[in-house]
């Protein structure tokens, strides 16, 4: 699935078409720097959630990168926030539900599996 571009300020994002092209090169040519990776580790799977930065800037200071998690669509986004408690708060929630979900696919995984029906392979074995 395609990234999806959210900003906190619900302001339409005119210039979408060029970020998704490349997001980071996006951010980088812009002045951004990344400054906090951080994992998200459950079970088997895991992401890396990034926060970028812009020091002179007066709005769009922070973008917010949200990865694709792994067996689901639709869940690749890049926020774009001005104030750093919207973004600690947007980080601790996104890093929550990112874990929940990941662990949610895996149960459901390890169900199916436990059941012959191997789906996370693209493998059904129902009798």
Not at 34 to 52: D, F, H, N, Q, Y
């Amino acid at each position: 699935m395609a990234l999806r571009i959210m900003r906190l300020d619900k302001r339409e994002e005119t210039r979408a078409g060029e970020i998704v092209k490349d997001w980071r090169k996006w951010a980088t040519d812009n002045g951004y720097i990344k400054k906090v990776s951080l994992a998200v580790e459950e079970g088997r799977m895991s992401i890396t959630l990034e926060t970028w930065e812009r020091h002179s800037a007066t709005e769009d200071t922070y973008p917010f990168y949200h990865p694709e998690i792994p067996t689901t669509t639709d869940t690749e986004v890049l926020y774009i926030l001005n104030d750093k408690d919207q973004l600690e708060r947007m980080s601790g929630i996104s890093k929550h539900l990112a874990s929940d979900l990941m662990r949610r696919i895996q149960l459901h995984a390890d169900a199916d599996m436990i059941n012959g029906n191997d789906r996370v392979n693209g493998n059904s074995q129902q009798a």
